[in-house]
């Protein structure tokens, strides 16, 4: 028995006693930051949740009672680390890959719906009001379409040329892959603008959305007034279909910010934005994947197929895909 | 973790109904994981480039490939990680800097995401814009820059206006960043020279004696200890030492033989047993008594 004049502080036996659940936990932890918690065998990861508990009700009493600051410092950060490792993203990068591809991103275009449909107002009224302005007059091309992103398709080019631009048999097919992949890369950035530009209010998305609408109005009014409409259409849809979802899909995201920073509803608008924003990354990763498909499609099939029935098929078998997938994939049975 | 009291820290209530704190981290830690992280993306670009180079089989689809894996390289690179690592990527792992969901619940993959591709609008496309503004809008190039650098300006700043350190993406996806340090356990000062012969030859102090100081000095004691061994942390034991001798009134002749780093080893246990008892008691004396001259 000691002498009660110098009796040990009381929390140095609160320690000893569980010091050793403290370090079994800390190289548990060590281990699963390292390499993850898949690489753990069963039996110690069924103690994980054991461990973290009793480290929390340790940090309880150090809190109420313990004064010396280096243990109640390792505390802190040992339990912040565990409630990390308890509550972090458990699932593997298959599972979540899988997840998004069956059920989150349908559902995300389910819920957006009102958000959508104002995107793709917003497009298809850019590509009539340009279609119609161009038909009426030619000339007023120019203020539609970029120089360097029309590529010979322009009014001062002849039927026959237009027409090669649409059935063109490239030599490069090595280039193929290339060019899709920059396809890719800039409708990708359409897609990323979008949706950051729904922080700024959504008009510049309404108006990102109605010029790219308009670009491709004035091509459409051009080949229209050749008499190329149905060589058009085959050269557009086969891909576009995929495409322009996906600009939509990116909009509709941009809208969702917007929807969530100028009508918060009950919440606090920063709450509300936080909730619409993880919506909204759902939709624009959708929205990347989506666009990469059409590049591929852009870029492989439509330069190699040349045959119209063949490509209106298969745009024709991408909207069922689209419709389908959208509608009916990840509903919940009930 | 005490000596950053100041920063600002976020609560985070655990299912297990015990609050946690978690600290904010800076700015600068922020930019440097940030870096710390751009450096690995480009050094990975680098390896490739300079060996095709060297075996001479570069040629201009190697740009193109760059666009391409360049885009997704660094689309791909934050959210992996973050998902894979616990909302950790190496420049935040370097710094020990955590992702975690404001609102305590666990960090999804939605977040993830949404934090991530907001980095495009908020550094990727203005950098575009003001490094190559022809090739983005050909015949807008002035204003467009001038906007470019307010925009890539305001969102630079952002974390700087806010106490939580948010840039654009943690306000659109609800994410902080925190600090979550990996502390080692530091000995128990009270149980030195761990054998009963130390404890039972410790020096004896009255309740008079361990009445006079509160937890404040308690744990500035307990500084002192634990830089002992430092530069200069010596001469600092002495002098502490010295005035607690003084305040509590022993006589020095009483403790000749007794080196000072014993004594104030001694002191500590003590006055640390007799604070928390209170404690335990549910009093509590965060420092010495007001009255006290010194």
Redesign the interface.
Known sequence: M??P????????AF??ER?AA??EL?TML?T??RA?ARTLPEAALARLPVLY?AA?SS??VAR????????L??L??????A???V????RS?RA?AW??VAA?LPRAVRAAGPQLLVAAVALLLGHGVAQVLVAGDLSRYWYFV???LAGGRDPTATTAELRATLFDTDQHS??LA??A??L??NN??VA??A???G?LAGVPVLLLMFSNGMTLGAMTALFHDRGLAVEWWSWILPHGLTEITAVVLAGGAGLL?TDALLFPGRCAR??A???R??????L??GA?TMLFLAGVLEGVFRQRVHDQTVRYLVAAATAVLWVAYFGFAGRRRS | MSARAANVELRIDTPEGVPLQFEIASVGERVSAFLVDVLLLLLAWLLPTVTLWLTGAIGAWWISCSVLLGFVAWTCYFPFFELRWHGATPGKRRLQLRVVSADGGPLTAEAVLARNFTRHFELVLPLAFLAAPAHIAPGHAAWLQWLAGAWLLLLLLLPICNRARMRAGDFVAGTRVVLAPRLLLLPDLARHRDSDAAAAARLPFTRAQLEVYGIYELQVLEEVLRRAGEPGGGDAVTAVAERIKNKLGIDARSLVGVPAIRFLHDFYTAQRSHLEQHLLLGRRRERRRAADPR
Not at chain 1, 277 to 282: F, I, V
């Open positions: 000691r002498a004049a110098d009796p040990e502080p009381w929390t140095t320690r000893r010091e403290w370090h800390e060590r699963i930051e993850g508990r929390l940090l309880t109420a009672t313990c004064l010396d600051l280096a243990l410092d390792y802190e950060a040992l339990t912040a680390r409630w990390l490792a509550y972090g993203p458990q990068g979540v997840q998004f989150g970029d120089e360097h090595s280039m290339a060019f992949a920059f890719f890369s990708a950035q990323l603008l949706f950051g530009l922080l910010l920063l709450q934005l936080a909730r924003g993880r919506h909204a990354g759902t624009v990763l990347l």
